[in-house]
């Protein structure tokens, strides 16, 4: 009997791919635009395993179908056909993620890499206060999109779980970016904001973050804006007790931090709502010059 779900897209190509899935680029007939379908499509043999990525699979499409933020990848249909294949739909994401772009301009500066952490603490900060908790656990540059619009996107959230006070969460770790509680089974909010502190790392310097370091990028990039690299190594504390408390915290230290860089001119206006700074015409920010280059570029991956 024909899955009459497979009516309502038209697969057009196939634009990623991971060990536990397929993710195409599709057309939704009804909603009449392009959207991501993720088909979960395992080639291990090992029962457990492929019963872990179902589980996982399961869970993303519930936990984004609770969530309501401009900074998350809306998802907009899940099917399961008769034959046990499984397929997420989600919102098409125009725009490269961070290692796209750090492939492709090198290194950030300050002032851009304080304008991407002030739009991941407010992502953060959201799944935060959901009750109870919900916790990314894998912030790292491959999962954040930037839009031509300069809007950071949350776009993968196959590992983010719901925090439970009782049970150990299943050992998940992204090698670099995960925090040392992660490897026990023990994330909590602030493991979030750890991976946040290598990530602004990495785009600082360049230099691919080693598993459970704390980071000090001005020793690789001499031009990072001494507050800044305060809060990254305060963020990628071994102890959890020595980081930030929260999101919300961190987001306040980076707007001051972002209004110490932001007093020099600029052709335009920060992506940052209520920030705005004097122009002019031989000044443009790098965090500009990345947006125009994926505005004038084929988003073919």
């Known amino acids: 009997m024909e899955d009459s779900w497979f009516n309502y897209y038209k697969f057009l190509k196939p634009i990623g791919s991971g060990g536990m899935g397929i993710v195409y680029l599709a057309y939704a007939v009804k909603l009449n635009k392009e959207v991501v379908v993720k088909q979960l499509a395992s080639k291990s043999d090992d029962v457990y395993e492929i019963s872990e990525a179902i589980r996982l699979f399961e869970r993303e499409a519930k936990l984004l179908r609770t969530l309501s933020h401009s900074g998350i990848v809306p998802i907009l249909d899940y099917h399961v056909t008769v034959d046990g294949k499984y397929f997420l739909v989600m919102d098409y994401i125009r725009g490269k993620d961070l290692s796209v772009v750090l492939k492709n301009f090198g290194t950030f500066d300050s002032e851009a890499t304080v304008e991407i952490g002030i739009q991941c603490c407010k992502v953060l900060d959201y799944m935060h206060s959901q009750n109870p908790p919900i916790i990314y656990r894998d912030l790292k540059p491959s999962n954040l999109m930037l839009t031509p619009e300069g809007k950071v996107i949350f776009i993968d959230f196959g590992i ?60 690789d990039n001499s031009k990072v804006n001494g507050q800044l690299n305060d809060l990254i190594f ?68």
């Open 234 to 301: 305060r963020l990628t504390s071994y102890n959890i007790e020595d980081r930030p408390k929260s999101a919300n915290e961190v987001l306040s230290e980076l707007k001051v931090i972002f209004q110490t860089l932001k007093g020099y001119p600029r052709t335009t206006q920060t992506s940052l709502p209520g920030f705005s700074t004097p122009s002019r015409a031989t000044d443009t920010t790098l965090l500009q010059k990345i947006i125009n280059f994926i505005k004038n570029i084929k988003n073919d991956t």
């Open 160 to 219: 983010a779980r719901i925090v439970n006070t009782v049970d150990k969460a299943t050992k998940v770790v992204t090698s670099g970016y995960s925090p040392p509680e992660q490897y026990y089974g023990r994330p909590e909010p602030r493991s979030d904001l750890y991976a946040l502190g290598i990530t602004m790392g990495h785009l600082l310097t360049g230099v691919k973050p080693k598993p459970l370091t704390q980071s000090n990028p001005i020793k």
